[in-house]
């Protein structure tokens, strides 16, 4: 008879930490439930539902291989209405004296189930969620009496606090960061390492159909299907990247080029979020390998790389737990246009975007310079409502979490809660694109052109943007010289640019451009 109920939720798929690390099969009954609101709630990109599926459905099944008596309930029972009800069901039919899980990282996960559970005749334990680098202490240490929180302060104190990185106190290599390294573009002849695919076994292939039945109409397509979903899995994708693509990662990390989705990024957004893989497991691999092949990987990659799973991915989830509902609601720029369809593949004459979003149709994964210089650049330009961005990204990733989006979406990409996160807004007009990405090659706009039909639609938006914001950006230290070079133009000239703008960011939001 089982003396612990242990809950999974289904981005704690993990037996490294938690309460799993330690459990033996003689005493632990496990519960894991798919919510119905996952396939018929807020939209999903199909291959993030499937990856959810099949990655938990794949838990429980290792899980009953290794003798755990496993509770599970598919979203097509009765009670897995949602996480509460399926609970208090349990509840019922198990009277379990308490269950056990560690703290949800997404807000609006805890309270309603330990209601549920309490009203059932139960109790919820939660344990501090342990699938983290850095613990809340560490973070509110460290923002307390600070007047501005910036990722690259953390991160050191991340890097102090754990070592990573650090010799004698001080860090490898005498810089705490190499990011100027790390903005080229790759050679037409470079061929970056094919994505490690992993093949649809049986399981997941029946996820995928029951997917693809349940929501024939979802956005995105499930098929092809090549996200890792088992821990297995998960560690292959891990030591791939860390083997192939590690060494690249830092030069080529703000490149963009059609056809190459993932160019040297890791793809390991998906395992990390689900549980599979441990963010310190990620940075030990990467730091092993550096090690072991000294001459192999350069210091801009290697540190770049655990920049963004040690700085970038601790930060944001604290950013989350400590104003994740603030940033929620944010609009500090008072953007209120509606999301242009093209965002939801409704042809358009901006290459940069139309082929990103075609891209995201297939994989569900752009990488982050696209997320941020195109998806988000353009909806930021085009002055759409950042509630509107968050909820179009958080249906169309395959990554995509609560805790995740909030921050990057709203915080990061949409300047929302005006300057916040970053010291200044990601936006961008054609020179950018044009120099960080192909795609200009192909589009019906010249990046060069500064007026006439010809011009690209982004650097008018552009203008147009610093135009509309100018009072607020003035004082801005990294915006007040583009502020003054908008307001030395000829004024004839600046009417004329916003003029333009305005049209064409009318028609874009029209489905017309
Ligand atoms: P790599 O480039 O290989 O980076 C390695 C890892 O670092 C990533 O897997 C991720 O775990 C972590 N990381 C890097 N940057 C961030 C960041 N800003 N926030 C959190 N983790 C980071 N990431 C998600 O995991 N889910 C999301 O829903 C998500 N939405 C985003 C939306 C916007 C608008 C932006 C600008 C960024 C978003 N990110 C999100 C962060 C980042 O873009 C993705 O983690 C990354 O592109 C995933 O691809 P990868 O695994 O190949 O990453």
């Not at 991340?158 to 960061?177: D, H, S, Y």
């Not at 801009?300 to 700085?311: D, P, S, T």
């Amino acid at each position: 008879m089982p003396h612990a109920t242990v809950l999974v939720l289904r981005d704690q798929l993990t037996r490294q930490v938690g309460p799993l690390a330690d459990a033996t099969p003689e005493r632990t009954r496990v519960v894991m439930i798919e919510p119905r609101a996952l396939l018929h709630g807020a939209p999903h990109h199909a291959q993030k539902l499937v990856a959810t599926l099949s990655a938990m459905r794949h838990f429980a099944a290792e899980l009953r291989g290794d003798g755990f008596d496993v509770a599970y309930l598919r979203h097509d029972a009765d009670e897995a209405e949602d996480l509460g009800t399926a609970l208090a069901a349990h509840v019922r039919a198990f009277d379990p004296p308490e269950i056990t899980a560690m703290r949800p990282t997404d807000h609006g996960v805890a309270g309603p189930v330990e209601r549920a559970v309490q009203q059932a005749g139960s109790t919820m334990r939660w344990l501090p969620n342990a699938s983290w680098i850095t613990d809340d202490a560490l973070y509110d240490a460290w923002a307390e009496g600070r007047k501005t929180l910036r990722m690259e302060g953390f991160y050191r104190e991340v890097r102090r606090a754990t070592g990573i990185l650090m010799e004698e106190g001080q860090p490898v290599g005498g810089r705490w960061n190499y990011d100027a390294e790390n903005r080229q573009r790759p050679p037409p002849d470079a061929t970056p390492p094919p994505f490690p695919s992993f093949e649809e076994d049986e399981l997941t292939r029946e996820v995928r159909r029951e997917v693809e039945a349940a929501m024939p109409d979802r956005w995105g397509d499930a098929d092809p299907f090549r996200w890792p979903v088992t821990r297995a899995d998960a560690l292959r994708a891990l030591d791939a990247f860390v083997t192939e693509r590690l060494a690249r990662f830092g030069d080529y990390q703000d490149a963009m080029v059609e056809g190459e989705p993932t160019l040297w990024h890791s793809g390991l957004s998906v395992p990390l979020n689900l549980g599979l893989l441990h963010p310190r497991e990620v940075v030990d691999a990467a730091l092993a390998h550096a090690d072991e092949h000294p001459s192999e990987v350069p210091l801009n990659a290697l540190e770049g790389f655990v920049r963004q799973i040690a700085g970038w991915r601790e930060f944001v989830r604290h950013a989350y737990r400590t104003r994740g509902e603030e940033l929620r609601r944010a609009n500090a720029l008072e953007a209120d246009g509606p999301l242009p369809p093209a965002y939801w593949g409704a042809p358009t004459e901006l290459r940069c975007l139309g082929a990103t979003i075609e891209q995201l149709g297939r994989h569900g994964y752009t990488h982050h310079i696209q997320r941020l210089m195109v998806l988000g650049n353009v909806a930021q330009l085009a002055g759409t409502d950042p509630a509107q961005v968050l909820d179009w990204f958080t249906a169309s990733h395959v990554d995509a979490l609560d805790w995740v989006m909030v921050p990057n979406v709203m915080g990061m990409s949409q300047y929302a809660d005006g300057g916040g996160m970053t010291s200044k807004p990601y936006v961008s007009g054609a020179a950018y694109l044009n120099r960080m990405s192909d795609h200009c090659g192909s589009c019906r706009f010249d990046p060069k052109a500064k007026s006439g039909p010809e011009a690209c639609p982004l650097t008018s938006w552009y203008w147009s943007f610093i135009d509309r914001h100018q009072e607020r950006f003035a004082s801005n230290p990294r915006m007040r010289m583009i502020v003054a070079a908008w307001r030395k133009r000829d004024p004839d000239d600046r009417a004329r640019i916003v003029g333009r703008a305005a049209l064409d960011r009318e028609a874009f939001r029209d489905g017309q451009l």
